[in-house]
């Protein structure tokens, strides 16, 4: 599963990265393997997506965020 | 003197507060990296403590070492260019406490540079508000160096960090925190014997690929002997010390989210996700905001403030014209005065224009504007943060391009670039409201007024324009680099108006030293050819200079010569031989189209007069007035769409470090001027 596939509102942990092909940015930034995250906001088109983690708040791509893979974590309302 | 000042570099992550503790310690005394210049590029400003002069650099915001835009690369060039002027002796690196991890990094990193480095910890009163304690003393160990608290809005610190920063000490720690490990231990041990460098900057070298090394060949060699992957090394450098940066963080950092700091939280996201990126509201707010500011508060400002210092300028004039009428006297005010004036004249718009646009950066809503636009920008080879661009060129296209260094990849950056200059800007307007005024009347349905509506879909031609050259070029221009936007939204700030003011006067300044200087020249050149023509035409060689510059003999001015040689290539468009000076003259600047008109027609500004004249003027053989509206039209496409500001083309220059860019954009657009305005005017005569 990959960062894109979450929703609004949904978290998740962060496992790792699909390929080599990313941008170091995102490493620099903190977004390493066991960070837990929200997808905070969504611009229209699920593209770019915001994402909080840490204190934090990042907006990425799509593009960016299918080449990272999470585990969901389930909410506790469901 | 140089030698006797100790400099110091400012680094840290962006919105940590780094431009803060900068302005307080240099107050005014700053200065900036200026348009026409090619050497600075940032911010330098000075400060003296207990007999030592201080020059500090204000680096712009940074993750790591690596840059990752050219933004970003005036501080990996600054690091290792021991040569550069500025090449700092201590540095210090700016963190935000509540958000410590991100500037360990940096500042590991700069650490193992080998730099005598100082940590300061901003905003920890907010840190500690939102339940985070930090445990300085252990932090302190943990990191070798001293820590310096500050709160960098309040100014609350600062003797301290000048205290701090004379004692520093100039020798450099021993040993390496970061370890290369095995794998790469002959590799380095090659770049250390061929650039003498410890073993860290050899590992740095390898790593970022030496960008800024002047002999490559040798690293390039090492690089394919040890089969080394850039990329590889720096994923594993930032993984390493995040893993050591993660055990001093558990050690020496608590977090206890209060109550008071998650309502507020929420209440932030909650306007976020209700208003201002929520996908309906979010733009409606964007758009209106800027209605309401760029085309209600900020023209009225300007339009208010210009007519203003227009009587101001009027009643010099006119106090100065008595005293002592002659050849000097006329000099003076035919060709400095309204180059000071017209200098002046851009003061408020850039001014006003550049102020809401700091607001908006400093109060966080800027990156909440690239969050939403990104996507809709992106078909057109613009990225979100193109927008910050191509709205500010609505004031200026030169700190519009030059803001356009904030987006990394470089073709994105460069079709904003070559767009930016079709937007509408605060130049082209006097000419519009002139030539609009002319042609247009003044009439009104209801509340709508015909001119208001000339002009506004003047400004739209501009968007459509920018947009569909980016596009143009998207399709044209090769896709080398894979674009993307990665950037923290920071969380909603109170802007703090000092910083804003000091970004502004030293904008401002730059402005007026550099830009200012053209337009003063150029004014003083076409005085200098409206005034004097080849003398043979004269018979009367004792003559003084004050005959030349009757109105009748401007027909025999350089300028009128040169106007009349390019007649047969502008009539198509309707113009005439004094429009024709008018283009010429105002190739530099656009705005200097109307003051040469003023001139051409001798009018001192006052009331309406200028307009009067323009409208009284005939073609001589068809008798037709000159400004009917084909030839009014004609001239408003070729303004919003030929390249008439020498200061854009030669901040291109700089920007795009070619003159290919500058030159195809100037050839570009004075064909496409002139291929729209024959259209216009032959269809429309």
């Not at chain 2, 005010?333 to 851009?346: A, C, E, R, V």
């Not at chain 2, 002319?438 to 349905?445: A, G, H, M, Q, V």
Request: hydrophobic share 45%.
């Amino acid at each position: 599963m990959n960062l894109s596939n979450l929703k609004k509102g949904e978290k998740g942990i962060i496992k790792g990265y699909k390929n080599e092909d990313f941008p170091i940015k995102l490493l620099e930034l903190g977004i390493l393997p066991g960070v837990e995250f929200e997808i905070l906001f969504v611009s229209i088109f699920y593209d770019p997506l915001c994402i909080s983690y840490n204190q934090s708040c990042l907006a990425l791509r799509r593009k960016e965020a299918e080449n990272i893979i999470i585990e969901p974590i389930q909410c506790k309302e469901e | 003197m140089q030698r006797g000042i100790i400099k110091l570099a400012v680094i840290g992550n962006p919105n940590v507060g780094k431009t803060s503790l900068f302005n307080q310690l240099t107050g005014l005394n700053q200065k900036v990296g200026n348009y026409l210049g090619v050497t600075v590029d940032k911010k330098i400003g000075y400060f003296y403590y207990e007999n030592v002069s201080y020059k500090i650099i204000d680096l712009p915001g940074t993750y790591s070492i690596y840059p990752s835009s050219e933004d970003e690369e005036v501080v990996s060039e600054l690091l290792n260019n021991m040569d550069d002027l500025d090449h700092p002796d201590k540095i210090m690196v700016v963190a935000d406490s509540s958000n410590l991890k991100k500037s360990l990094l940096l500042f590991r990193q700069v650490q193992d540079l080998g730099f005598p480095v100082l940590f300061i910890l901003n905003m920890l009163d907010e840190a500690k508000k939102k339940g985070i304690s930090i445990n300085i003393e252990k932090l302190k160990k943990f990191l070798v160096t001293e820590i310096v608290l500050i709160n960098a809005r309040k100014g609350i610190g600062l003797e301290k960090v000048k205290k701090e920063i004379k004692n520093l000490d100039k020798k450099t720690k021993k040993f390496d925190f970061f370890n290369p490990g095995l794998r790469y231990f002959n590799a380095i041990n090659d770049v250390k014997n061929s650039y003498k460098v410890t073993t860290y900057k050899a590992w740095y070298y390898l790593a970022y690929n030496g960008k800024f090394l002047k002999e490559k060949e040798d690293l390039n060699n090492i690089k394919k002997k040890h089969n080394i992957v850039s990329k590889r090394l720096q994923i594993k450098e930032t993984l390493n010390r995040y893993e050591e940066i993660g055990k001093v963080f558990s050690e020496t950092v608590s977090e206890f989210v209060s109550d008071k700091e998650k309502n507020y939280l929420e209440f932030s996201k909650k306007i976020d996700n209700n208003l201002i990126v929520h996908p309906f509201w979010g733009y409606f707010i964007f758009f209106l905001f800027f209605y309401f500011f760029y085309f209600s508060v900020c023209f009225f400002l300007v339009r208010n403030s210009q007519r203003i210092y227009r009587i101001f300028f009027s009643f010099i004039q006119k106090k100065l014209e008595t005293i002592y009428p002659g050849p000097l006297n006329n000099f003076l005010l035919q060709g400095i005065f309204p180059g000071i004036s017209t200098i002046i004249s851009f003061i408020p718009q850039i001014f006003i224009l550049l102020f809401f646009l700091l607001l908006m950066e400093e109060s966080g809503y800027i990156s909440r504007v690239i969050f939403l636009m990104d996507r809709i920008m992106r078909p057109f080879g613009l990225n979100g943060k193109s927008v910050v661009p191509l709205i500010s060129s609505i004031a200026c296209a030169i700190p519009a391009i030059m803001s356009a260094r904030h987006i990394e990849n470089p073709r994105d950056r460069l079709i904003t670039i070559l767009a930016t200059p079709f937007m509408t800007c605060s130049a082209r307007l006097p000419v519009y409201t002139l030539i609009i005024s002319l042609i247009i009347p003044n009439d009104r349905w209801y509340f709508i007024q015909l001119r208001g509506i000339a002009l506004m879909a003047m400004y739209l031609l501009g968007i459509l324009s920018a947009f569909s050259v980016s596009m143009i070029l998207h399709k044209f221009l090769k896709k080398n680099y894979q674009s993307h936007l990665i950037m923290e939204i920071p969380t909603y700030k109170f802007p703090i108006f000092r910083n804003i003011f000091i970004t502004l006067w030293i904008n401002l300044k730059s402005f007026i030293l550099n830009a200012g200087k053209m337009i003063l020249l150029i004014n003083i050149l076409i005085w200098v050819l409206g005034t004097f023509g080849p003398s043979e035409n004269f018979s009367s060689k004792n003559s003084s200079i004050l005959k030349y510059m009757q109105k009748k003999e401007l027909s025999h001015s350089y300028l009128g010569i040169i106007g009349k040689q390019i007649e047969p290539v502008i009539h198509p468009l309707g113009y005439d031989w004094k429009i024709g000076i008018g283009l010429l003259s105002s190739l530099v600047a656009r705005e200097v189209f109307v003051s040469t008109m003023a001139s051409v027609y001798k009018i001192e500004e006052k009331g309406n007069f200028l307009k009067e004249k323009m409208k009284k003027e005939v073609f001589p053989i068809t008798k037709k007035p000159i400004y009917n509206l084909a030839t009014g039209i004609s001239l408003l496409f070729f303004y919003a769409f030929s390249m008439q500001c020498m200061s854009t083309l030669s901040i291109i220059k700089k920007e795009t470090k070619s003159w290919k860019w500058p030159i195809i954009q100037f050839v570009f657009m004075t064909l496409l001027a002139y291929i729209a305005s024959f259209l216009t005017y032959q269809i429309l005569k």
